[in-house]
């Protein structure tokens, strides 16, 4: 199995990436890693035209799409920020994401195809807030919308998710063990995770223009 680690904490030796080392050193064996911050990327994170215009990758972008391209289980990490993503993180989704590469609409009808699918994911996000109150006050809005409008979406599953908060008042050092104990489970398991087939979803890419035409109709 291809694993995939992306580190989205825009700054290096934080929480998310000491989590990501325990979630590494706990895989199988048997497990090809490659491990990615998004920080380390040089790239426009600004989907400047939208989808009205090719906006072409950067080779750092090129080099993690085939990253995502050779996946089958992919492992993200995060600080919650304001309620979401730091930017750079969200700009990457902006910018690689695209009609045609990880999603395409069908002719005549309102679905579409989950180009990525064929992959598996465990997310996890740190937090100053407590996951109770993110739960049962706010929703769970982050959590919901990159399961089911982020990865969901483009065909990831099953999707694995873990909440760890409050990390500030000495909340990280008290948790870490814990939390880290969670993500070894999790990546100890990866490998019996049932995933779709990948081959025959990106078989159906199609081209910028192609994709651009087929959204409009």
Same mark, same amino acid.
């Given at each position: 199995?291809?694993?995939?680690?992306?580190?989205?904490?825009?700054?290096?030796?934080?929480?998310?990436?000491?989590?990501?080392?325990?979630?590494?050193?706990?895989?199988?064996?048997? /497990?090809?890693?490659?491990?990615?911050?998004?920080?380390?990327?040089?790239?426009? +994170?600004?989907?400047?035209?939208?989808?009205?215009?090719?906006?072409?990758?950067?080779?750092?972008?090129?080099?993690?799409?085939?990253? @995502?391209?050779? &996946?089958?289980?992919?492992?993200?990490?995060f600080p919650l920020w304001?309620?979401?993503? +730091?930017?750079?993180?969200?700009?990457? @989704?902006?910018?690689?994401?695209? +009609?045609?590469?990880?999603?395409?609409?069908?002719?005549? !009808?309102?679905?579409?195809?989950?180009?990525?699918?064929?992959?598996?994911?465990?997310?996890?996000?740190?937090?100053?807030?407590?996951?109770?109150?993110? %739960?049962?006050?706010?929703?769970? +809005?982050?959590?919901?919308?990159?399961?089911?409008?982020? @990865?969901?979406?483009?065909? *990831?599953?099953?999707? %694995?998710?873990?909440? *760890?908060?409050?990390?500030?008042?000495?909340?990280?050092?008290?948790?870490?063990?814990?939390?880290?104990?969670?993500?070894?489970?999790?990546?100890?398991? /990866?490998? !019996?995770?049932?995933?779709?087939?990948?081959?025959?979803?990106?078989? @159906? %890419?199609?081209?910028? &223009?192609?994709?651009?035409?087929?959204?409009?109709?």
């Amino acid at each position: 199995m291809n694993v995939l680690l992306i580190d989205g904490h825009p700054d290096e030796g934080r929480l998310v990436s000491a989590l990501l080392d325990r979630y590494q050193a706990a895989l199988p064996s048997a /497990c090809r890693v490659r491990r990615i911050a998004v920080r380390d990327l040089a790239f426009d +994170p600004n989907l400047r035209r939208g989808y009205a215009e090719a906006m072409p990758w950067e080779p750092d972008l090129q080099t993690f799409t085939a990253a @995502l391209d050779e &996946a089958d289980h992919v492992a993200i990490g995060f600080p919650l920020w304001w309620g979401a993503e +730091p930017a750079q993180l969200k700009g990457l @989704l902006d910018r690689v994401l695209l +009609p045609g590469w990880a999603f395409r609409y069908h002719k005549g !009808d309102p679905m579409w195809d989950r180009l990525l699918a064929g992959r598996s994911a465990d997310l996890f996000v740190t937090m100053d807030t407590p996951p109770w109150y993110l %739960r049962l006050v706010w929703g769970d +809005p982050v959590m919901k919308r990159w399961k089911n409008q982020v @990865l969901g979406f483009a065909g *990831f599953s099953p999707i %694995r998710l873990f909440r *760890f908060g409050q990390t500030r008042r000495g909340g990280a050092a008290k948790n870490f063990e814990k939390w880290a104990g969670q993500l070894e489970q999790a990546a100890a398991s /990866c490998t !019996d995770l049932k995933q779709a087939d990948k081959a025959a979803a990106m078989a @159906l %890419r199609t081209d910028h &223009a192609t994709a651009q035409a087929e959204r409009a109709s």
